[in-house]
């Protein structure tokens, strides 16, 4: 069974940074494409970053220049560096990748901006 266990999320003042992780632990085979999405308070989950296994990323125009999406294939791990924050990035933020098993969810961080 895959897990996905996310973390570092909490509440930061605009213009602060965090850095969120997300580990993919169980038996997994073939990851091409890990993704990270939001979901603020009465709006849709949206798409952030996301990055394939030959390195392509794709950003939200929202976020593009402001967040990184990077991985570390050996540990499983996808990262989100999200800096210069503002109040409009607060939302649950979910870890998801696809592999040959097919297609995973984490449990969401709370990512909170505000002064």
């Known amino acids: 069974q895959v897990q996905l266990v996310e973390s570092g999320g909490g509440l930061v003042q605009p213009g602060g940074s965090l850095r969120l992780s997300c580990a993919a632990s169980?038996?997994?085979?073939?990851?091409?494409?890990m993704a990270w999405y939001r979901q603020a308070p009465g709006k849709q989950r949206e798409l952030v970053a996301s990055?394939?296994?030959?390195?392509?990323?794709t950003y939200a125009d929202s976020v593009k220049g402001r967040f990184t999406i990077s991985k570390d294939n050996a540990k499983n791990t996808v990262y989100l560096q999200m800096n210069n924050l503002k109040p409009e990035d607060t939302a649950i933020y979910y870890c998801?990748?696809?592999?040959?098993?097919?297609?995973?969810w984490g449990q969401g961080t709370q990512v909170t901006v505000s002064s």
């Open positions: 169980g038996t997994i085979f073939n990851i091409y494409h």
């Open positions: 990055q394939t296994s030959l390195g392509m990323t």
């Open positions: 998801w990748l696809a592999a040959s098993g097919g297609g995973y």
